[in-house]
């Protein structure tokens, strides 16, 4: 059985990476956000607003351990999700964690060009969210850094620099595809 959960800072790629990743190895792609709105039927910027961090963090916490219970699948985490109550300690209970690291910088980059609506970001000036970025990624570090591997993902700019990074976390965690009707590019 596979399972992989993915986790980092919000714009380190978690999504780009799992779906990727989930096409190459032909097992499900879950991202955790996605499946809170579809359980929940709200976007997760709705919930935030309308029920607070501390509500939706507990949202969260259910959800990830309904997700984290499927078999034979890889899991993109929200950038909050390891720092509260015990997730990292239980997702890395139940599969292959891996950290998506990057700086400051890159992040700052990544957010700008996202079409994603970012709860906590919202209203901030490009100083107030580099200063808001280096600020809480300093403060994560201690849970993101719990996870079982960690991979850089700071050159991640392009379709080749993903696909090698791709091939980096295949190594890390000894994976292999496993279906054999992939399509190769």
Known sequence: MTRI???GYMGAGKTTVGKALSRELGIPFYDLDWYIENRRRKKVSQLFEEVGEEAFRKIEYNMLHEVAEFENVIISCGGGTPCFFDNIDYMNQQGQVVYLKATPDVLYSHLLMAKTERPLL????????KD???EQLAHREQYYSKANYTLDISLMDNYDKIKDSIDKLKELLNLKPQTSNLKSE
Not at 122 to 129: A, I, M, V, W
């Open 5 to 7: 959960i993915l986790v």
């Open 132 to 134: 808001f970025i280096r």
């Open 122 to 129: 919202k209203g901030k000036t490009p100083e107030q969210l």
